[in-house]
């Protein structure tokens, strides 16, 4: 650790390399205030998409298709608060990368993983909100949880098999790479034509897809509850498919907040990516991306019944009870 000297003298992240890194200077206090703060963060993200994960697993009422996307999302948050979170930190906190170049880029490989299938999940909700509400007699066919699970596992591979291809040509393996940066620094340079082609592909077509598919379906429910409003108005029943549409329509929208969270914490990233030269605001940003991984959670519990319920029955233990995974927690047996 380098902490701030009297002196003030230039230390060096390796200071037996000709090559290494400037190493920069902290006094303890911000070392110690900087570690909390991570620990911290890292340890509420973990801990609250565990819960999520643990709650999906284990009670069958919860094993539908919208369910299994959130556990896919839960699952990529988890990891981001488990593995991304504690590494950034200490490269935030120490300045320098002293984990080897071969970690580095497994590191940026896994970092460009998780970002991705985050993303790639938050579409795939998208569209199963789309046929759900806007196709309703279709979901039961259109949305299978086999057809999910096989959507879901295309996503992770073809999110690794990209951000593979370019630690590949633009970390640790290219020879331009390694003799353009100090001894120290985790890092990739991209060129600005590759910059913006990983911008369309990896950030701004998603997220013109999901905009798109969500405006349609506020649309749709939008119609839906005046008709419903309607019927109860003019002393109606309201039937059972109107009830469940409703249900899909609040469900949209619970989901459409995290959607909206995740590009409320990434679109100023990207924006100052490509235009902003400033490291701090940089980091700044990215961070505000991490600590998304750890909101997503806070949104099921203000939003879904079910994972206070399940949250409560998680943390009394009786998830360790006989045929406690058969509990229906849609009703107030908890």
Not at 105 to 122: E, M
Not at 139 to 158: A, D, E, G, H
Not at 226 to 255: D, F, H, P
């Amino acid at each position: 650790m380098a902490y701030e000297t009297e002196k003030h003298e230039t230390q060096y992240c390796f200071p037996a390399i000709n090559s290494s890194c400037i190493k920069g200077t902290r006094s303890i206090y911000e070392y110690n205030i900087m570690y909390v703060f991570f620990s911290l963060l890292s340890a509420w993200t973990v801990f609250l998409n565990l819960l999520v994960i643990i709650s999906i697993s284990h009670f069958k009422k919860l094993h539908t298709p919208t369910n299994l996307l959130i556990l896919s999302l839960a699952v990529s948050d988890l990891l981001m608060g488990l593995i991304v979170i504690p590494i950034e930190a200490i490269k935030v906190i120490e300045t320098c990368w002293y984990f080897g170049e071969i970690l580095c880029g497994v590191f940026i490989n896994t970092l460009g993983l998780l970002i991705s299938s985050s993303l790639s999940n938050l579409v795939l909700i998208a569209v199963d909100r789309y046929v759900a509400v806007c196709h309703p007699l279709l979901y039961p066919q259109k949305m299978t949880m086999t057809k999910t699970l096989v959507s879901i596992c295309l996503c992770w591979f073809c999110s690794s098999a990209y951000n593979t291809n370019i630690v590949i040509n633009y970390g640790y393996f290219n020879t331009t790479y390694r003799s353009n940066v100090c001894y120290g620094d985790c890092s990739i340079i991209i060129s600005f034509a590759w910059s913006v082609i990983d911008l369309i592909l990896s950030f701004l077509s998603p997220c013109i897809l999901i905009i798109t598919l969500y405006l349609r379906i506020f649309h749709v429910v939008h119609k839906q509850v005046k008709v419903i409003n309607s019927l109860m108005k003019g002393g109606k029943c309201v039937m059972e498919g109107s009830v469940r549409r409703k249900s899909e329509s609040k469900a949209a929208l619970t989901l459409g907040i995290i959607v909206t969270v995740y590009l409320l914490c990434w679109i100023p990233y990207y924006i100052c990516s490509m235009s902003v030269t400033s490291s701090t605001i940089i980091n700044v940003l990215a961070w505000v991306v991490y600590v998304n991984s750890g909101l997503n959670p806070l949104v099921y519990a203000l939003f879904y019944p079910w994972f206070k319920k399940t949250v409560k029955h998680v943390l009394t233990l009786k998830i360790f009870q006989p045929a406690s995974s058969l509990v229906n927690i849609f009703t107030d047996q908890l």
